[in-house]
T-cell receptor, first 114, second 113 residues
């Protein structure tokens, strides 16, 4: 058990809809990362937060947004969903967000767009 | 930009065989290197890491040595078990590139009993 909690585990929705994925980091970790894992693109870094502030941005689409709240949990919002957004979305956390620190991953949210 | 290249899978071995999964990297700075493992239905877990040249990371019988001269971080295990079947990701984090972690595409490993 990594200590990182993601909800929901599975999400099925339709094109054009909007969903919110939630992540609670491991106790004591201040930094949260979001990743998208798909068969054709592999594991893609989306965005990183540290103590409520955005720290780094990766290949995140404009239709996607995220935030980290004062209690350090984070939400990833995906809107105007397309079939190609079907993927596993992972949240990870680390203590201070420095690159040399290991990241602790949740079990992911599987998003299926019909 | 920075990148990680690892051998394509799937790799299929018999139990007790010797394992090598190759990983090479390109980085402008002096990165930290990692191997993560993903078991079926789970998130990634850190397997081992190395933060400077000639460091050897080791865990659960797996080893990898940070080779700056060949820009490599190959994963090895002397005798694999069926329970090692998983997807293995090589990754780097470069302090000179905003500390972002970059993952390789992953190598799926199947161990036959």
């Amino acid at each position: 058990d990594s200590g990182v909690t993601q909800t929901p585990k599975h999400l099925i929705t339709a094109t054009g809809q909007r969903v919110t994925l939630r992540c609670s980091p491991r106790s004591g970790d201040l930094s949260v990362y979001w990743y998208q894992q798909s068969l054709d693109q592999g594991l893609q870094f989306l965005i990183q937060y540290y103590n409520g502030e955005e720290r780094a941005k990766g290949n995140i689409l404009e239709r996607f947004s995220a935030q980290q709240f004062p209690d350090l949990h984070s939400e990833l919002n995906l809107s105007s969903l397309e079939l190609g957004d079907s993927a596993l979305y992972f949240c990870a956390s680390s203590q201070t967000g420095q690159g040399w620190q290991p990241q602790h991953f949740g079990d992911g949210t599987r998003l299926s767009i019909l | 930009g920075d990148s990680v290249t690892q051998m394509e899978g799937p790799v299929t071995l018999s139990e007790e065989a010797f394992l090598t999964i190759n990983c090479t990297y390109t980085a402008t700075g002096y990165p930290s290197l990692f191997w993560y493992v993903q078991y079926p239905g789970e998130g990634l877990q850190l397997l081992l890491k190395a933060t400077k040249a000639d460091d050897k990371g080791s865990n659960k019988g797996f080893e990898a040595t940070y080779r700056k001269e060949t820009t490599s971080f190959h994963l090895e295990k002397g005798s694999v078990q069926v329970s090692d079947s998983a997807v293995y990701f090589c990754a780097l984090s470069d302090r000179d590139r905003d500390d972002k972690i970059i993952f390789g595409k992953g190598t799926r490993l199947h161990i036959l009993p």
